[in-house]
Nanobody
Framework: QVQFVESGGGLVQPGGSLRLSCAAS????????MGWYRQVPGNQRELVAT???????NYADSVKGRFTISRDNAKNTVYLQMNSLKPEDTAVYYC??????????WGRGSQVTVSS
């Protein structure tokens, strides 16, 4: 069972940047597409960005041009570089396989708060 641990969140002013990291346990990481997701309390979890095992990326329209997803298969880690952050980016950010395989794979997430 693969598990994910997200880190790198925090409080940042509008226009600022953060870099999230997601460490995966288990040996299946390199062969699977990965995604970053986010959730605001009371709302459904939404897909933010995806990256295939070969490095092809895709983004939600709301973050296109501001966020960059990347991965290091040797380190079993996926990253999300977030620039030009807006208050509406405030959420708990999660990583998981894309598409997710099991509810048990979700980690605790990393809180990102964009506020002045």
């Amino acid at each position: 069972q693969v598990q994910f641990v997200e880190s790198g969140g925090g409080l940042v002013q509008p226009g600022g940047s953060l870099r999230l990291s997601c460490a995966a346990s288990g040996s299946i990481f390199g062969g699977y597409a990965m995604g970053w997701y986010r959730q605001v309390p009371g709302n459904q979890r939404e897909l933010v960005a995806t990256i295939t095992s070969g490095g092809r990326t895709n983004y939600a329209d709301s973050v296109k041009g501001r966020f960059t997803i990347s991965r290091d298969n040797a380190k079993n880690t996926v990253y999300l570089q977030m620039n030009s952050l807006k208050p509406e980016d405030t959420a708990v950010y999660y990583c998981n396989l894309y598409p997710p395989r099991s509810p048990a794979n979700w980690g605790r997430g990393s809180q990102v708060t964009v506020s002045s």
